[in-house]
């Protein structure tokens, strides 16, 4: 990945995206270009949706435990009030919860000089686009799209699978009832079943695991 130290012409800020499954390391990215921006002596202010719960109220915390200061906001319209005229990094976690104004509000935030760094879930439990993430992929001065490993395959995934049936969009707090899965062993409809649900356990009795091309996890960048 680029790393973007030094402000691109006419004192602009610039918007940054980190997107994947769930389990693909995107907080963990997020975190890491927080340290690196407050190790540069930048001021940083962090933020999360007040929707997620998970772990602790005040952090962002990665899925390997890693964690940052954050204030909770409501809105993105709260978080643009609480961003202050002297802060130049504004890191946003879980981005796929806020509605479709935090485009805007990134775009304000970064046209006054803010490095606006977002990170996400590019696609909901059904593989459908996760708004407001693909809009602001298309804004954004830089998007990477970080992977998981497939649970059922080995392969890169791609996907959060859900593994219940509820069909609400939105469904916090309970990381068992997701994996991450590559493309060929997503399956949208397994939560809508009446069935007693497949684990990627049951499922690996009956695939054969092919051999990984790629020990490492690697980032795909766009
Ligand atoms: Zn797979």
Redesign the pocket.
């Known amino acids: 990945m680029r790393e973007n130290h030094s402000q691109p012409g006419s004192g602009a800020g610039w918007i940054e995206v980190i997107v994947g499954s769930m389990f693909s390391g995107k907080t963990e990215e997020l975190i890491k270009r927080l340290r690196r921006s407050q190790i540069a002596k930048l001021r940083v202010q962090v933020f999360k949706p007040r929707i997620d719960n998970r772990y602790d109220a005040v952090h962002v915390i990665s899925h390997s435990e890693q964690k940052t200061p954050s204030q909770v906001v409501d809105n993105a319209q709260e978080l643009l009030g609480m961003v202050s005229d002297n802060t130049r990094v504004v890191g946003i976690d879980e981005g796929q919860f806020f509605d479709l104004s935090l485009i805007d509000v990134c775009q304000k935030l970064a046209n006054r000089g803010v490095r606006v760094i977002v990170a996400g879930l590019d696609t909901d439990w059904q593989g459908q686009p996760f708004e407001p993430m693909p809009q602001l992929m298309a804004v954004a001065e830089s998007v990477l799209k970080s992977n998981a490993i ?6 890169l ?1 791609s996907r959060t699978q859900r593994l219940n049936k509820s069909t609400a969009r939105v469904q916090v707090g309970a990381n068992d009832l997701y994996e991450a ?6 399956d949208p409809h397994l939560a809508e079943m009446n069935l007693e649900v497949s684990t990627s356990k049951n499922l690996l009795k009956k695939k054969t695991v092919p051999k990984k091309k790629n020990k490492t996890q690697p980032d795909l960048q766009i």
């Open positions: 497939c649970v059922v395959c080995g392969g995934a899965r590559c493309r060929g062993c997503f």
